[in-house]
């Protein structure tokens, strides 16, 4: 069953990189390492548009750590105001900030293990952040597209994201995991939502058990 389903992703892949060539690899406007780890944490149960609309003002006015970790934690409401949680999450990238000046010098660090223990960042956080700054591929990114896809293909039976990704990186090759990432988060996206996926428009839905075609 194994290898069934990794010679299927194999093939899923493969179509999919025709049909989502242009998929970019985040959503998130960011310039830096730094700001791709605080727009990932403010993206938490947030639309990566609506976070987009509030990072340009926080970036402008705390563009490094040193500067958020010394900003007015009332002033960091103010900006991200509307993202959800945002209360919390005001201090979870300021308490961020203070820990990477601390600990880290003012920069991102590398690893899962270093960015988990940083304020809101979970572990799909730190593999955004690896993949997208810093083109390392420690694990594979579990968001709410790539959960839904992967399971709607048959390739997990799993619920909770960090068995999924277990799931995933055991049929996939290291070197595709943020490939993976990329194109099935655009298919997402772009064809298999969560309440009307179209199906008829699917370029795999003859490889997808759940397929209504």
């Known amino acids: 069953m194994t290898n069934e389903k990794r010679e299927r992703m194999a093939r899923i892949l493969e179509v999919l990189r025709e049909k989502h060539s242009d998929a970019p690899i985040t959503y998130l406007d960011h310039k830096n390492p730094f ?9 938490a149960r ?6 987009n609309k ?19 934690i009332e002033d960091i409401r103010r900006i991200i105001y509307g993202v959800g949680a945002y209360n919390n999450k005001a201090v979870f990238i300021k308490d961020t900030a203070m820990m990477l000046v601390e600990a880290f010098d003012g920069n991102v660090p590398q690893s899962i293990e270093e960015i988990v223990k940083l304020k809101g960042a979970s572990r799909k956080t730190a593999n955004v952040v690896l993949q997208v700054a810093f083109g390392i591929n420690e694990g594979v990114v579990v968001d709410t597209h790539i959960r839904r896809v992967s399971q709607r293909l048959g390739l997990t039976e799993q619920e909770k994201p960090e068995k999924i990704e277990r799931d995933l990186m055991g049929l996939l090759p290291q070197s595709e995991w943020g490939e993976y990432a990329r194109l099935i988060g655009a298919h997402g996206r772009r064809i ?4 009307k996926p179209k199906c008829h428009e699917c370029p795999v839905s003859q490889l997808c058990p759940s397929s209504e075609t």
């Not at 791709?36 to 993206?43: D, E, H, P, R, W």
């Not at 947030?46 to 976070?51: K, L, M, N, S």
């Not at 298999?192 to 309440?195: D, F, I, L």
Request: hydrophobic residues 40%.
């Open 192 to 195: 298999c939502g969560s309440r």
């Open 54 to 72: 509030v990072t340009p003002e926080l970036f402008r006015k705390y563009p490094t750590a040193e500067k958020l970790a010394e900003a007015d």
């Open 46 to 51: 947030t639309t990566d548009a609506y976070v």
């Open 35 to 43: 700001e791709m780890l605080i727009a990932t944490i403010l993206s």
